[in-house]
């Protein structure tokens, strides 16, 4: 499995942007994709954004699309999650996640980052 280590998150405002990071270790990570995922309270994980290591290829869930953005940094072993125009309802914890690129399912987890958005 791949180790993951998130940061970043914190309280901001509506309206404001946050940025989260992942710190990835343990395999080779052109062969897997990393990804985030969001569970608010009493709510089920939902899927936010992911992206392919080998050739950056992005995908969003609908709720974030146009508002945040994943991306990576090959030298430092990390994905980004930079979130914009935040929303109460993007309050949760935020993961990370990691699969093999040929996989469909998730298979190695951050601990999670708490995100507030106060409104």
């Known amino acids: 499995h791949v180790q993951l280590v998130e940061s970043g998150g914190g309280l901001v405002q509506a309206g404001g942007s946050l940025r989260l990071s992942c710190a990835a270790s343990g395999r080779t990570l052109s062969q897997y994709a990393l990804g985030w995922f969001r569970q608010a309270s009493g709510k089920e994980r939902e899927f936010v954004a992911d992206?392919?290591?080998?050739?950056?290829?992005?995908f969003y869930g609908r709720s974030v699309k146009g508002r945040f953005t994943v991306s990576r940094d090959a030298a430092k072993n990390t994905v980004y999650l930079q979130m914009n125009t935040l929303k109460a309802e993007d309050t949760a914890v935020y993961y990370c996640?990691?699969?093999?690129?040929?996989?469909?399912?998730?298979?190695?987890w951050g601990q999670g980052t708490q995100v507030t958005v106060s409104s």
């Open positions: 992206i392919t290591w080998s050739d950056g290829d992005t």
């Open positions: 996640a990691a699969r093999e690129a040929y996989r469909s399912q998730f298979d190695s």
